[in-house]
């Protein structure tokens, strides 16, 4: 596999750490090179409906910037059990770091279970806090634009795909990959997952984490069929895939 796909898997964890009380892992990267340990926050990077092992790529790049970031296996359907399990992933990779202050990085449907997770963290007593969330930054986030997912244009998606897997063949052909292996190990997960995604309105449990003090900005690809652009908020280039496969638009979001 390496040798087929060299330019996606030079990248790898520095730890792979257990959840306590879980069977799931944590992957740290640690900040590298001249920039190394300049990363004001820890920054989370986790996956939507893709599935696990799809983000460590943009985790890798990330890290090379300064970074410290982690990122976690999830293939829980439920929003609430994901949403804790996010917690317990944080907990860990903030013990592990050392660090007091984490920036969540979501694609796509993993906006609710960040939602609730903050909201499961905030309303804790301040001297319960184990670590301080200073911003959640979505991209092409399911909820997050206001407009229903409409099944009849995601087929429009395709020449977006199409020029992904021009410009990154060796991440295109291993996120797809990995996303299908992930979906055939748990495909009655993955299809509960996604059928919790389609009506989603996710603006008033942001709305509910931004009055608790919580920042939210949110990032959309001006060729996503999938999530639309509403026009008002972070509009980048690319299509719904681009943030995991092209690493350009996290780095840019995390500059």
Do not use: C
Request: hydrophobic share 35%; net charge negative; glycine share 8%.
């Amino acid at each position: 596999m390496k040798l087929i796909l060299p330019d996606f898997d030079r990248y790898h964890p520095d730890e792979v750490l257990r959840i306590p009380g879980t069977k799931r892992d944590v992957r740290v990267f640690n900040g590298k090179g001249k920039h190394a340990e300049s990363s004001e926050h820890v920054i989370h990077v986790m996956h939507g409906l893709l599935g696990e092992g799809t983000v460590d790529y943009i985790a890798g790049h990330l890290s090379e910037q300064g970074h410290d970031v982690y990122t976690h296996d999830e293939n829980e359907w439920h929003p609430k059990r994901r949403s804790r399990n996010v917690h317990l992933a944080t907990s860990a990779a903030m013990d592990y770091f050392k660090r007091p202050t984490v920036e969540h990085f979501v694609h796509s449907d993993a906006v609710r279970a960040i939602v609730d997770s903050v909201v499961h963290q905030t309303d804790k007593d301040p001297e319960e806090l184990k670590y301080k969330i200073v911003r959640v930054t979505t991209v092409d986030g399911n909820g997050t634009n206001g407009i229903p997912i409409n099944l009849f244009e995601m087929h429009q998606e395709g020449r977006g795909i199409v020029e992904l897997a021009k410009k990154s063949p060796h991440t295109s052909a291993r996120v797809y990959g990995r996303s299908i292996m992930n979906f055939l190990n748990s495909p009655v997960t993955s299809t509960l997952q996604g059928a919790w995604a389609l009506r989603y309105d996710g603006r008033p449990d942001i709305a509910v984490i931004e009055n608790a003090g919580v920042p939210v900005r949110s990032a959309f690809q001006d060729q996503d069929f999938v999530i639309r652009d509403p026009g008002d908020g972070i509009t980048m280039p690319g299509s719904h895939m681009s943030a995991v496969i092209v690493p350009d638009t996290m780095i840019d979001l995390a500059a």
